[in-house]
């Protein structure tokens, strides 16, 4: 019974702030709002912030800002719309664009960071796999005692990716989207709460991700215990 409740808790921590981030985006991404698409209006903030060499792309993956091509990329489905989710998440991905110019050393941290991830859960995925055929076939087995404890460390890196990407989010959002929304009056004053909501949910889908890998972690330390 115990046990159970605690799996119970852990799943909600994990999936609470994923779940009531779904929910304000979806209940702000219904109605029309805008004079034009989110799309639209990172268009009019790029050129109007004059940041140049800073392109505005359509793309059929999640919205972000690529730093390396110094391209702001939305998705039609969602910063294609005229609503208010559409305009402050491009507003948002404007706001890391305004970072890179700044150079902002914690941007340019996650960015390398993410490269970095990417071979790194490869590299411990592969070393999970052959850790205990290895230890098997040298007959030692603290060989693949060491692979699977490199294995659990390298899979680390994803959390220190979300750890490093959480401040990055905030300050993209609160830092700058959210001043620059207000001040070029973007968004009527009413609706300043509900940008920020839109803003906080946003951040909170990083820190679902950051769980969810330290529960990935945690669920690779119990198997090595073993």
Request: proline share 4%; glycine share 8%.
């Amino acid at each position: 019974m115990g046990y159970a409740l605690a799996l119970a808790v852990l799943v909600a921590v994990i999936a609470g702030p994923g779940l009531w981030a779904r929910h304000v985006l979806e209940k702000y991404g219904r109605d029309e709002y805008f004079s034009g698409t989110g799309i639209d209006l990172a268009r009019i903030l790029v050129e109007d912030l004059r940041l140049l060499g800073v392109r505005v792309e359509t793309t059929e993956l999640g919205d972000h800002y690529d730093p390396l091509e110094k391209s702001v990329r939305l998705n039609p489905a969602t910063t294609g719309r005229r609503s208010l989710t559409a305009v402050v998440v491009a507003a948002h991905e404007v706001g890391h664009a305004l970072q890179d110019q700044a150079g902002d050393s914690l941007l340019r941290s996650r960015t390398a960071l993410v490269h970095a991830g990417v071979w790194a859960e490869r590299i411990g995925a592969a070393a999970i796999m052959v850790a205990p055929l290895l230890g098997a076939a040298l007959q030692v087995p603290v060989v693949g005692r060491l692979l699977l404890v490199a294995a659990v460390c390298v899979l680390g890196i994803p959390v220190l990716v979300h750890l490093v990407t959480l401040p990055v989010e905030i300050d993209a959002s609160f830092g700058r989207a959210l001043p620059l929304l207000k001040a070029g009056r973007y968004i009527p004053p009413e609706d300043e709460a509900a940008a920020r909501r839109i803003l906080t949910a946003c951040a909170l889908t990083y820190l679902a991700q950051a769980l969810a890998s330290m529960f990935n972690i945690l669920r690779w330390a119990r198997i090595f215990r073993r």
